[in-house]
């Protein structure tokens, strides 16, 4: 996905992560493949796999309220 991002046209790039291993190894592997395609990971956020409602954790992401 990144790649296909980069030739694109995308230069900055954030990760919305699962709050669990897994989620941390998907940032792990963001982090890399960003420094090695020329991609600067500008922003990481975490939610709760077991959630039923990701908005709070999309609002954060986004800084939604920030930028009002």
Do not use: M, W
């Amino acid at each position: 996905i990144l790649a296909f991002a980069h030739q694109q046209g995308v230069r900055r790039v954030g990760v919305l992560a699962r709050n669990d291993e897994y989620g941390r190894i998907v940032v792990d592997a963001a982090k890399q493949a960003t420094a090695a395609g020329g991609l600067e990971l500008v922003e990481v956020g975490y939610y709760d796999p077991a959630s039923q409602n990701l908005n709070q954790a999309i609002r954060a992401f986004t800084r939604f309220d920030q930028r009002k």
